[in-house]
């Protein structure tokens, strides 16, 4: 099975940093995407900035020039750098990996796998 872990969250002031880190291990073939998702409290869980295998990337608005996503193929890992972070940035961060699996000659299909969570609050 695929495991997810995800480190780096914790406490910041206003105008900090943090660099989460998401490192998957066990059964993997191929990664399709890698990305990171937050959820406030009271507010419905968003994707924040994800990282396809092609290389491109994709940000929520309200991160655009603070946030960076990286990936580490050979570690299989995801990074999100956050710079100058808001309170509003405050929220449980998730790490998301899509799979593609295949079978046979021809066959393929996708899993999706999700990390814990790690908390992060960003303070004014």
């Known amino acids: 099975q695929v495991q997810l872990v995800e480190s780096g969250g914790g406490l910041m002031q206003a105008g900090g940093s943090l660099r989460l880190s998401c490192a998957a291990s066990?059964?993997?073939?191929?990664?399709?995407?890698m990305g990171w998702y937050r959820q406030a409290p009271g507010k419905e869980r968003e994707s924040v900035a994800v990282a396809t295998s092609g290389g491109s990337t994709n940000y929520i608005d309200s991160v655009k020039g603070r946030f960076t996503i990286s990936r580490d193929n050979a570690k299989n890992t995801v990074y999100l750098q956050m710079n100058s972070l808001k309170p509003e940035d405050t929220g449980v961060y998730y790490c998301?990996?899509?799979?593609?699996?295949?079978?046979?000659?021809?066959?393929?299909?996708?899993?999706?796998?999700w990390g814990q969570g790690t908390q992060v609050t960003v303070s004014s």
């Open positions: 066990g059964s993997i073939l191929s990664i399709v995407t």
């Open positions: 998301k990996v899509v799979l593609r699996r295949s079978y046979g000659s021809t066959g393929s299909y996708s899993q999706e796998f």
